[in-house]
C-alpha cells in the first residue's frame, strides 16, 4: 500500500522557520522524484519545490528561492522542505508528490494528505 505521510506544519509567525516531512512508503523511493505542492483557499495547487531522484536536481518557485530548500534522504524513505524567512503569503497545505516517469504514456504518481502552514502574528 503506498503512502505518503508530512508532518511538521502547524502556525508560525511571520520571518519563523518550519521543516515539512514526508515519509514514504509502499514503493521504491530512491527511484522517485519528489516534490512539493501547495494550495492556499482559492488558489490553484502549485508546484513549490522538485527534487531528482538522484539528488542531482532541484528546482524552487521564484517566490520561494532562497527561503525554502527541499532535500530527501533515500535511506530513510523521506523527503524533507525546510522553509525560513516565512511569509503570510506562504499559508497554504502543502502536499508531497511523488512521480515516475516511465515513458510519454506511462507514469506513477502518489500524493499525500496534505499538512496546513499558517504563518500569521
Known amino acids: 500500500q503506498v503512502q505518503l505521510v508530512e508532518s511538521g506544519g502547524g502556525l508560525v509567525q511571520p520571518g519563523g522557520s518550519l521543516r515539512l516531512s514526508c515519509a514514504a512508503s509502499?514503493?521504491?523511493?530512491?527511484?522517485?522524484?519528489m516534490s512539493w505542492y501547495r494550495q492556499a483557499p482559492g488558489k490553484e495547487r502549485e508546484l513549490v519545490a522538485h527534487?531528482?531522484?538522484?539528488?542531482?536536481?532541484?528546482n524552487y518557485a521564484d517566490s520561494v528561492k532562497g527561503r525554502f530548500t527541499i532535500s530527501r534522504d533515500n535511506a530513510k524513505n523521506t523527503v524533507y522542505l525546510q522553509m525560513n524567512s516565512l511569509k503570510p503569503e506562504d499559508t497554504a497545505a502543502y502536499y508531497c508528490?511523488?512521480?515516475?516517469?516511465?515513458?510519454?504514456?506511462?507514469?506513477?504518481?502518489?500524493w499525500g494528505q496534505g499538512t496546513q502552514v499558517t504563518v500569521s502574528s
Open positions: 508528490n511523488a512521480q515516475k516517469v516511465i515513458n510519454s504514456w506511462l507514469k506513477y504518481e502518489y
Open positions: 527534487i531528482s531522484s538522484d539528488v542531482g536536481i532541484r
Open positions: 509502499g514503493f521504491r523511493f530512491s527511484t522517485y522524484a
